[in-house]
């Protein structure tokens, strides 16, 4: 028998698409990635004209760190005192310390120190801001729309990833690093104010009824997650899998492109066959709104990527790496789309932001620490052998999800 995760009633059944309070959220959650984007090509561009590449690098990299300490933190704060207020004040608190940072620049020219300050300011809102944005969507739709909203959640990237750079670096042309960091805070403007237009189920607008010490809470979050029968296999699928597919797709392919002599263009090619990959599933997950029997499908599509990673290693020419890509893009866009609606279906709200803390730790904290030991790795055994291991991993995340019958049984509601 399969089983239908539910959860506690949400706002009256609507399509998400045709939802005018779903789509003020989705405006809103584009609306901060876009000014994401555009935050980090004016703070690597403001870098690089204060200090030398190694400096700029450094600029970067620190916003990572209070994220990711914070980031189970961040969770305890969304389920205190709930995610539509700790969405809204987080995402004022960027835009103001952004547009500052735009003031400042206009009227000086401050240092690394500066730069380093905000990046430490910034990575530390964003641990308590996207806990926060992943224990939203389940109070402002019907749970049988969470497919749907992941699928639109997916959409959303895409046009972040299509816009963000071209607008950062218009921006970066017309008035330098303090005109991309006005247009950053200015997205996240637009961002806050359709954010206190979204409404939320009242029973839960107030979060977490049982509220003890922050540490108690945190460890009770955990215990949870690991003691429930869904989420706990869920999570390890999340935390392998993305762990096996971040560094091949990250850094892997432009030391694949450049291996296999392809260049910059082969590269293109192949990034713009995942992202249409990925476009596509999210376009269907918007439309279509439920994939029947997700349980067994999110595994199943993990090994179908799995085998699309180990073809891409072997991929002799741009055009089977672009089709390998295709692929790649189309099954880990649906197993990640599962994966996001599953975790919101299976957790009671209470604990939406402490869970949704632990699955953004693994897939925004730890995946990219493999970034260095796949470059390394690649450096020392080529991209063949590596992309393999790296599928390996993949593929034992698909079969701890196999393997689990809650899990394999799991469906979305109708």
């Not at 709930?82 to 009227?107: E, F, H, K, N, W």
């Not at 192949?270 to 918007?286: E, N, R, W, Y």
């Not at 349980?295 to 090994?303: D, T, Y």
Request: charged share 10%; glycine share 14%; hydrophobic share 55%.
């Amino acid at each position: 028998m399969s089983a239908t995760l539910t959860a506690p009633t949400a706002p009256a059944e609507r399509a998400a698409h045709r939802d005018g309070n779903v789509l003020r959220w989705l405006g809103a959650y584009t609306s901060s990635l876009v000014g994401d984007s555009v935050y980090y090509m004016a703070l690597s561009w403001a870098a690089a004209q204060s200090g030398s590449a190694a400096q700029a690098g450094l600029v970067l990299a620190v916003g990572a760190v209070p994220r990711a300490l914070l980031m189970l933190g961040g969770g305890v704060v969304a389920d205190r005192f709930g995610p539509r207020r700790v969405v809204i004040a987080s995402d004022a608190v960027r835009c103001v310390v952004i547009l500052a940072m735009a003031a400042a620049l206009l009227l000086a020219s401050p240092g690394l120190w500066l730069l380093i300050s905000v990046a430490l300011v910034f990575g530390a809102v964003d641990a308590v801001f996207l806990p926060a944005v992943g224990a939203l969507p389940p109070r402002i739709t019907g749970t049988g729309q969470l497919a749907r909203i992941q699928g639109l959640k997916g959409l959303a990237a895409r046009i972040a990833t299509i816009t963000g750079a071209p607008l950062g670096g218009l921006a970066v042309a017309l008035g330098g690093s303090a005109a991309a960091f006005a247009a950053a805070g200015a997205l996240f403007a637009v961002s806050t104010a359709l954010l206190t237009g979204v409404r939320i189920a009242a029973a839960s607008a107030d979060g977490a009824k049982d509220r003890g010490a922050a540490g108690r809470e945190l460890v009770d979050g955990l215990r949870y997650v690991r003691g429930h029968p869904v989420l706990f296999p869920l999570m390890l699928v999340i935390a392998i899998g993305e762990l096996g597919f971040a560094g091949p797709l990250n850094i892997g392919l432009t030391l694949l492109a450049e291996e296999r002599g392809w260049g910059a263009a082969g590269m293109g090619w192949i990034v713009a066959a995942f992202g249409t990959g990925a476009g596509l599933v999210s376009l269907m997950l918007s439309v279509r709104g439920r994939v029947p029997r997700a349980g067994l499908v999110l595994p199943a599509s993990l090994l179908g990527g799995v085998a699309s990673i180990a073809g891409l290693a072997y991929a002799p020419s741009v055009l089977l790496a672009a089709t390998a890509g295709l692929f790649i893009g189309l099954l880990a866009g649906l197993s990640g789309a599962l994966c996001g609606a599953l975790l919101q279906l299976a957790t009671d709200q209470a604990y939406l932001g402490r869970v949704s803390s632990v699955s953004a730790l693994f897939t925004l904290g730890v995946a990219p620490l493999s970034y260095p030991v796949t470059g390394a790795a690649i450096g020392a055994w080529g991209t063949t052998p590596v992309f393999l291991v790296s599928a390996g991993v993949c593929a034992t995340g698909a079969l701890i999800g196999l393997a689990s019958a809650n899990l394999r049984r799991a469906e979305l509601p109708r």
